[in-house]
């Protein structure tokens, strides 16, 4: 069965920057696409960027331009998302999520990280 | 950016049905897809999908949720609602980048 497991939570500095990562399972992970959402606290979906696995080519919002880096590791199945220069507002849950089959919209949700930004 | 809007909230009897909308600034329609998905996300958990391109069940979801709507309005249909169905539902649509939610609608049991 498709999985999509991510890394745990995490607390980091304002000004640093971190990477979590998606390990995905039990499908072709070269075959689909993968997106990742940004979820504040009480509110609603964001989404930040897209990655094709299978040949590493990215799109992503526009707002998240220089915030987000989306990379995949094909090795091991594994998609990352670096995020830079964090502030307050980086404070969220960012969830993975499959690309459907016949479109772009979610299949499959990793269970998602929550970074909480602080000094 | 394709805004939106879904009402926050929504409250219907056990056995009932909810119906829950959308509308997208602009069309989400092209000449062969209409390019609007439905989402359930319960508290702490992560988002399921439930309808795609509008009308298409997602695999393992209950035949009690339907989706229905073109162009610029639509609707996901829960009927009859159970205790279960607790939860905010997003749609969000495909139809240009950057891809886009609505704000959700919560949905409790009167």
């Known amino acids: 069965q498709v999985q999509l497991q991510q890394s745990g939570a995490e607390l980091v500095k304002p000004g640093s920057s971190v990477k979590i990562s998606c390990k995905a399972s039990?499908?072709?992970?070269?075959?689909?696409?993968m997106h990742w959402i940004k979820q504040q606290p009480g509110n609603g979906l964001e989404w930040i960027g897209w990655?094709?696995?299978?040949?590493?080519?990215?799109k992503y919002n526009q707002k998240f331009n220089g915030k987000a880096t989306l990379t995949a590791d094909k090795s091991s199945s594994t998609a990352y998302m670096q995020l830079s220069s964090l502030t307050s507002e980086d404070s969220a849950v960012y969830f993975c999520?499959?690309?459907?089959?016949?479109?772009?919209?979610?299949?499959?949700w990793g269970q998602g990280v929550m970074v909480t930004v602080s000094s | 950016d394709i805004v939106l809007t879904q009402s926050p909230a929504l409250a219907v009897s056990l056995g009932q049905r909810a119906t829950i909308s959308c509308r997208a600034s602009?069309?989400?329609?092209?000449?062969?897809?209409?390019?609007m998905h439905w989402y359930q996300q319960k508290p702490g958990d992560q988002p399921k999908l439930l309808i795609y391109?509008?009308?298409n069940l997602a695999s393992g979801i209950p035949a009690r949720f339907s989706g229905s709507g073109s162009g610029t309005d639509f609707t996901l249909t829960i009927n009859p609602v159970q205790a279960d169905d607790v939860a905010t539902y997003y749609c969000?649509?495909?139809?240009?980048?950057?891809?886009?939610f609505g704000s959700g609608t919560k949905l409790e049991i009167k």
């Open positions: 969000q649509q495909s139809r240009e980048l950057p891809l886009t």
């Open positions: 391109d509008a009308s």
């Open positions: 999520a499959r690309q459907g089959n016949s479109g772009y919209y979610f299949d499959y």
């Open positions: 039990g499908y072709t992970f070269t075959s689909y696409g």
């Open positions: 990655i094709y696995p299978g040949n590493g080519n990215t």
């Open positions: 602009q069309s989400v329609s092209t000449s062969s897809y209409t390019l």
